[in-house]
């Protein structure tokens, strides 16, 4: 749009200055024309004075400053040649009248001059190259008056292009702002009201947004009371049924149902979490859950390695989303395999994404799990991590090692500028 406002500026004082330069250039030819004549007939007034003090010599008359034709009384040409286009203009010069006439892209006067033997005439032709001399400045100086006004005009375009273009840009820049999830941000109010009412509109929509994230937090908030509270209350009525076999039972379907409503909860949090500014340092937030969990690695005797960059490696993923991926990749660990099975975290930028990989050294999962796109019956929690990881535009493979182990791999891409 800048390109096409400066452009169309140009265009406009482009014209303009078209219509203005070619009467301009027109008057201009005029001038130089009157000019001309003028100058051809003082030169011609002035040889015939000189010619009738010398009469009937010649010489010097020739260093005019254009060539100059004699013609004696009684029409004998003393000096010069007279034209074939000039014999009337001559014939009426010998009679007592004065000349100028163009003829050949020439100007050509001829003045009478008295002499002892009668009236001759006097002839001086001005060429085309003199005619030249006379009009190409003035068409040299239009040019110039025209490009310097067309110089700052653009300068002008530019500059009111750019006043008109920079609400626009910051009304993209909020809009942008608002897409990566800073919902705080607010389009400022500019001197064009178009501009303005669409800034009103979207500082509206943005409020609207707030609103329904959070009305969506608190129906988060309100299902996990109203899940959780049953689920309690069931789980003591477990504990005293007599039977043991039954309690176990009862007990494992209460915990797996217990864990799905985790992951529908999970799940509702996350969405809230949507409208979030996106950005989060992964190093940062790996160390910090390994030093969580390294107290209970600590008393299951299990060795961490992580191999974590000192510098930030930021994503585009919410605090809050990473720090429950991180969870569950990590109570995976815990839950899933035997005490003292070993583990590393390691965190890398890797061709404009953030690279996070989890190994462990237990048992892997089977390869009938493996091939799911979410193994939301596992109890592992992968399910939500995935979701998680596709939410903010990554991915979360894993894959058994060689001879034992599993690794669980999450792309996670750069913030948008």
Known sequence: MYRR??????????????????????????????????????????????????YPATAGLESADHPATLVAPGGGVV???????????????????????????????????????????????????????????????????????????????????????????????TAEALAEGDLGARAERTD???????????????????????????????????????????????DAVADPETRERLRSDALELQSKTDEIITSARSASRAGLRAVADVAATARQRLQFWSVLAEDQHRRVTATVPEEPAWARITVEDLTT????????????????????????????????????????????TLTREVPGSTGLGLSIARQIAKGAGGTLTMRNMEPSGFLVEVRLAEPLE
């Open 325 to 368: 991926l991180l969870d569950i990749l990590l109570q995976n660990i815990f839950t899933h395999t035997p005490e003292g099975t070993d583990f590393s975290l390691d965190v890398c930028n890797d061709q404009g994404a953030v690279r996070l990989q989890i190994r462990d050294q237990g048992p892997g999962l089977a390869a009938h």
């Open 192 to 238: 064009i009201r178009e501009l303005d009412e669409v800034a009103t509109a979207l500082n509206r929509m943005a409020g609207r947004i707030q609103e329904l994230l959070e009305a969506e937090r608190s129906s988060a908030a309100e299902l996990a009371h109203g899940l959780r509270t049953p689920l309690t209350v069931l789980s003591i009525d477990i």
């Open 5 to 54: 406002l400066v452009l169309f500026g140009l265009a406009v004082v482009g014209v303009a200055i078209i219509a203005l330069m070619l009467p301009l250039a027109l008057a201009a030819r005029d001038a130089a024309r009157v000019e001309e004549i003028a100058e051809v007939s003082a030169e011609a007034r002035e040889v015939a004075d000189r010619w009738q003090t010398a």
């Open 79 to 173: 000096l010069g040649s007279v034209p074939e286009s000039a014999q009337v203009a001559v014939e009426t010069a010998l009679n007592g009248s004065s000349a100028t006439l163009e003829a050949d892209g020439s100007v050509i006067s001829v003045v009478p001059v008295s002499l002892p033997g009668g009236t001759g005439a006097v002839l001086v032709q001005l060429s085309g190259d003199d005619i030249a001399d006379h009009f190409l400045p003035r068409i040299i100086g239009l040019v110039a008056i025209g490009l310097t006004l067309f110089g700052f005009a653009a300068l002008a375009a530019w500059f009111f292009a750019r006043q008109t273009v920079r609400p626009i840009s910051q009304l993209a820049n």
